[in-house]
């Protein structure tokens, strides 16, 4: 009889949401520390993950590669933020956004223009054959740029390349792009001035102009500066 009240107790109970999408026992990287030490991100990694499995069951096996590929790039951005909760914040609810932005373009090759919402960096990739070509631009302290430009082949569900001799890796669908960068890598470092790096970042789809692709440039007529 006992056991059968407590039985009855235990499913009174109220249900608790899980505080993460992951075990905070096995959180090794600075952000996943940073998510289970902060509820608020906490949350945020429980609607990523969420809207994460929602829209890869809503896509057919090619396009499940290529969402597999961004998210994996997505991460490899995420490390950028050093487990910076104002970092991460916005960077994780720009991803369930795009997560839950219905579909709306036809094919796995990202082609368009992107300009940052701070207004320092700058991406287009532009139909190149049967590849892209990016160009790139960003500004860091004292106005010091960095720029490169160059060709992007096929990867599996990736666009794979050394622009200017750095070596990049771009996923995208839907309008939204991941760029990884080899920050540390000579090649990407000679094209920097001094108080400037290029980095890993995510693009989402607001940032994408309307209209023709065009290549982005330090010229007065620039899509982006």
């Not at 790039?73 to 997560?99: E, H």
């Not at 892209?132 to 302290?141: D, E, V």
């Not at 995510?202 to 994408?208: M, Y």
Request: charge should be positive.
């Amino acid at each position: 009889m006992k056991a059968l009240v407590w039985a009855i107790f235990l499913l009174a109970l109220p249900s608790v949401a899980p505080a993460q999408s992951f075990n905070c026992a096995k959180a090794s990287s600075p952000a996943e520390k940073a998510i289970c030490a902060n509820p608020g991100l906490g949350k945020l990694d429980v609607a990523l993950s969420a809207a994460y499995a929602s829209r890869l069951k809503s896509l057919s096996k090619a396009d499940q590669g290529a969402l597999k590929a961004e998210q994996r790039a997505w991460v490899q951005v995420r490390k950028a933020c050093y487990g910076n909760p104002d970092c991460l914040r916005p960077l994780m609810a720009d991803r369930i956004a795009a997560l839950k932005a219905p579909m709306r373009d036809a094919g796995l090759k990202p082609v368009g223009t992107w300009c940052a919402r701070n207004g320092q960096a700058g991406l287009s990739l532009l139909p190149a054959g049967g590849g892209l070509s990016l160009s790139y631009i960003s500004f860091g302290a004292n106005g010091h740029s960095c720029s490169i430009m160059g060709p992007l082949r096929a990867r599996g569900a990736s666009w794979s390349g050394k622009p200017s001799g750095c070596p990049v890796t771009v996923t995208g669908m839907n309008g939204n792009v991941m760029m990884e960068v080899v920050t540390e890598d000579p090649g990407c470092q000679a094209n920097c001035g001094a108080r400037s790096a290029i980095s890993s970042q995510q693009w989402i789809a607001t940032e994408r102009q309307p209209g023709p692709p065009r290549e982005i440039t330090m010229e007065g007529n620039s899509p982006c500066f």
